[in-house]
């Protein structure tokens, strides 16, 4: 076709995506969807299959394609115009009940030409704790409310009875309720813009133009693989859970225009509700590849087919059923993103074409805190503490990662102010900053991660509780890449406060009076004078630290994300008494850590 | 014609090589060249590091000739280091 249509056409679908995510934002009344920005909308062709990938969190791109097949399947027959379906179940296709898909076909003319689909994460979804992620969970019965596809809106008709059997098994159903009427407004825009353009151009036209746009896709992409180097490029992950330790093993194998992410040798499928199903492992391997191998590629079918997931049936990366799950996007995905991200850092490292768009890893380890209880204004709330959206950038051949720089899997994930939270719950923020040495030391840092104190702040019960969800607070899981470190691990601590000390003005763990007790799984109290710490992980670093410049590292304990002792231990700076790097005696310190490392190899212990 | 597995790793097909200083490293996979240091989490990276867990390491692999850091890894006691290498089509490498 000619290339000035394809490409107007290629735009407006672009313009559409984001039209339907700006609809979903505005209309949702969640800080998960509309800060935190845990949301995704994406179109598909008539088959299901991706069209379009939107922003958002990308590894429910695949996930809602699998849904659009499983609807398609289901309803053959039954499918009318302006019809809206819901899926929420893992075993189906979604990642975990708590985070629904709304897809919606696309008519025209009276024939079926695409779908719309979206996710938010509900405010909950009936598992047994509040907020949908589910540490105390057994089993998939004990995570909630779960379909593998039921008809929400029947011609455009809401069906209350449908809706009203939902919201009958939820926390919250006034917020679930709007989460849903999000959604349903995402899909109607999706599918009043897509009838302009299909009215505009004909269905033909804009059918042969998403054709090209899919085959465009595949050609790009495989030339691209093309020039990278054929290779084998492993990694790991480890996800400690109440002391028990699950690995996520990774060897990714490009041969020409091909990519295989075998995950073989990975541990089998946890008690703890971390795993995840094997659409979800397959999203999360993609949730990496889209932005770092076609960030100039249209995200679509076209980018899927050049590569094959091998995923153990019962391992933690494709469990079976009734295993849980509800943890999973903060879990085996995540560590699927993770290991992902560093295979395809490696590969592209190796390549001098390609090495400055090489990456450690970002942001590794969400810590799932949902916050439940009476709030100020004489209701309930449930929500999720925002700054596990915040992350970290990983560092890259040329340049320092981001501080509090967002994640890969979601482009476009962020934190909420403190006051918009202290509005919601009764809780007071004591500090929120950039957390010292978290970022992994090398030549070029790991962004920060972030460090945050909360009490409860008049709270009619006295408090409030949380759920949480940490793992990779024993392992570090931002891993580095060329001799860069990984970021530091997350903590998570209880600070129980002394008889009569108040919290006051503490600005760091140490401050906070009281004896901490590290927690990371299940369900707390905030209450009284108590506080809740959280420290989360920094970026992987970029080569080796002691090649960083003395002046940067001078820099950087001069703002505070370094301190004195890592400068000299890692990095090998001596700071003179200016605050400025001492060029005698960095070199003197740098020479030492270089006889170290020839010594006589340590034995691991 | 020198190609890279990582950045700080080039090979000819053959040998592995520091791409700093030229150290040989041996043949595939190139760890077994290397020094490997496993110090635990505490040591490598200080407080921000110490989780009060034993047991986990960050595994540094260095090269005898130069000492630059080639690669780390996360790793518990026991674990294989990773393995990664290219496919050349003519010999290993």
């Not at chain 1, 990642?95 to 898909?101: A, G």
């Not at chain 1, 505009?200 to 054709?211: I, L, R």
């Not at chain 1, 480890?238 to 040798?265: C, S």
Request: include cysteine.
């Amino acid at each position: 076709m000619d290339p000035m249509t394809f490409s107007i056409i290629r735009h407006r679908l672009f313009r559409i995506v984001d039209e339907a995510v700006i609809t979903l934002k505005h209309v949702s009344g969640s800080a998960i969807t509309n800060e935190g920005h845990d949301l995704m909308v994406s179109l598909y062709r008539a088959d299901g299959t991706l069209l379009m990938g939107g922003v958002g969190f990308l590894h429910h791109l695949t996930s809602a394609a699998e849904a659009c097949k499983a609807i398609i399947r289901r309803f053959q027959g039954q499918i009318g115009e302006a019809d809206v379906y819901l899926l929420n179940d893992p075993y189906t296709a979604a990642l975990h009940t708590s985070d629904i898909y709304l897809v919606a076909p696309i008519h025209h003319e009276g024939r079926l030409v695409a779908w719309s689909a979206c996710f938010v994460h509900v405010t909950d979804i009936g598992a047994m704790n509040p907020g949908g992620f589910a540490p105390q969970a057994v089993d998939i019965y004990s995570e909630g409310f779960s379909s593998p596809g039921l008809k929400l809106l029947d011609r455009g008709e809401m069906r209350q009875d449908v809706l009203d059997t939902i919201l009958n098994m939820v926390r919250s159903p006034e917020m679930v309720s709007l989460d849903l009427r999000s959604m349903i407004a995402c899909c109607n825009v999706a599918r009043d813009r897509m009838s302009a353009l299909l009215t505009k151009y004909t269905a033909p036209v804009v059918d042969e133009a998403c054709a090209a746009l899919v085959e465009q896709s595949e050609t790009l992409f495989r030339a691209r693989l093309r020039a990278l180097p054929d290779g084998q490029w492993q990694s790991r992950q480890y996800l400690d859970v109440q002391g028990e330790t699950a690995r996520v093993v990774l060897t990714m194998t490009k041969t020409d225009d091909r990519l295989v992410f075998d995950f073989t040798g990975s541990d089998p499928q946890s008690r703890h509700s971390i795993n995840c199903t094997k659409w979800a492992a397959l999203g999360g391997l993609f949730a990496p590849l889209f932005p770092l191998l076609c960030y100039d590629i249209t995200w679509n079918e076209g980018v899927i087919r050049p590569v094959t997931m091998i995923a153990p049936e019962g391992s933690i990366v494709n469990c079976t059923r009734p295993a849980p799950v509800s943890v999973a996007t903060v879990g085996a995905i995540q560590s699927v993103n993770n290991a992902a991200c560093t295979t395809i850092g490696k590969m592209l490292a190796a390549s001098p074409e390609y090495r400055d768009q090489a990456t450690a890893v970002w942001h590794a380890n969400h810590f799932a805190i949902f916050k439940f209880g009476a709030n100020q204004r004489g209701g309930y709330s449930i929500g999720i503490l925002t700054e596990t959206f915040a992350g970290a950038g990983g560092a890259r051949s040329f340049a320092d990662g981001v501080d509090i720089g967002g994640e890969i899997p979601n482009p476009i994930s962020r934190m909420a102010n403190v006051e918009t939270v202290e509005g919601a719950f009764p809780i007071r923020y004591l500090f929120r900053r950039r957390a010292p040495d978290s970022g992994g030391p090398g030549r070029y840092r790991g962004g920060t991660g972030g460090e945050m104190a909360i009490v409860q702040h008049r709270a009619p019960a006295g408090g409030i509780d949380y759920v949480i969800s940490g793992k990779g607070a024993r392992h570090p899981m931002s891993e580095g890449l060329a001799g860069g470190y990984p970021g530091a691990p997350n903590s998570y601590v209880w600070v129980h406060a002394d008889a009569e000390a108040a919290p006051g003005s503490a600005d760091r763990l140490e401050t906070i009076p009281g004896t901490p007790e590290p927690v990371s799984w299940g369900v707390y109290p905030l209450r009284g004078q108590d506080a809740l710490y959280v420290r989360w992980n920094g970026g992987g670093g970029y080569g080796d630290p002691i090649a960083r410049d003395p002046a940067a590292v001078a820099a950087d304990v001069t703002s505070g994300v370094v301190s004195a002792r890592a400068a000299a231990e890692i990095y090998g700076v001596a700071l003179a008494p200016d605050g400025g790097a001492d060029s005698a005696a960095t070199v003197a310190l740098r020479g030492a850590i270089r006889t170290a490392r020839l010594a006589v190899p340590e034995a691991a212990e | 014609m020198t190609r890279f597995i990582l950045p700080t790793v080039a090979t000819d097909g053959t040998i592995c090589t520091c791409a700093a200083c030229g150290h040989a490293l041996g043949p595939a996979p190139w760890k077994r060249g290397a020094i490997r240091r496993d110090l635990p989490l505490a040591v490598a990276g200080g407080a921000a590091y110490d989780t009060g867990h034993a047991g986990v390491f960050l595994c540094q692999f260095i090269c005898p000739g130069c000492a630059v850091l080639l690669d780390t890894e996360t790793a518990m006691a026991g674990d294989a280091a990773l393995d990664d290498r290219l496919h050349l089509p003519a010999a290993a490498n």
